[in-house]
């Protein structure tokens, strides 16, 4: 990784962070491999502090963003329902919208810093 | 601390964060205090903490955000530099722009969720 010169957007619920970049990674590894456990090793991540992110997530939010399949935790898998789709697609828009805003600003500020 | 719907702006360099909403806080409490020790009191911070967030902004800039007075580490104050003013004002300023920019998707976000 190299530096990061873009805005993290942080949606906080309450004292917890209902959405941000680690939760928004994380439903897209959960929407791409169809399993918390799966995808929380493609993110190097605990099982328990993956399901403890899904957990703050669909307790902030009206719906689940996430929802288990038959089998139990560990046993069907999970995926990612619709309204969790729609959720992350609007987060990522205004993740973009914010980032493009401040793109000049951010070069310029890029100087101010060492190599 | 209520629900907070806004853009937190990180900017890292290599792998620390040079500038994010704690640094900055740190910024305007030391500009505030004259004081390191008195900054991190004001924030709820150790001291140590305080010291090593200047150590990597410090680390981070061209030059020094934060420059501590004769009297040593806790002997004789500190004072955030003119450029340490710039940097944060340009930091202020960017996370001013990119909270605007998506102010109207922001409100639509809350609507997904809870009271």
């Given amino acids: 990784m190299g530096d990061s010169l873009q805005p993290q957007l942080k949606v906080s619920f309450r004292k917890s962070i209902a959405m941000g970049p680690g939760k928004a990674a994380l439903l897209d590894a959960i929407s791409k ?4 456990s799966a995808a929380a090793r493609e993110l190097g991540m ?7 992110l899904v957990n703050t997530m669909n307790n902030s939010f ?3 963003l996430v929802e288990t399949l038959t ?6 898998g ?3 329902t619709e309204f969790g789709e729609e959720v992350l697609y609007q987060y990522r828009s205004m993740e973009e919208k914010a980032t493009k805003s401040v793109r000049t600003e951010m ?3 890029a100087e101010y810093m060492r190599d």
Avoid: D
């Fill in 46 to 52: 605990s099982y328990r502090r993956a399901w403890i």
């Fill in 71 to 76: 089998g139990g935790k560990r046993g069907g």
């Fill in 62 to 64: 009206l719906s689940p």
């Fill in 78 to 80: 999970a995926r990612v």
């Fill in 107 to 109: 070069r310029r500020f």
């Fill in 33 to 36: 491999n169809g399993s918390i």
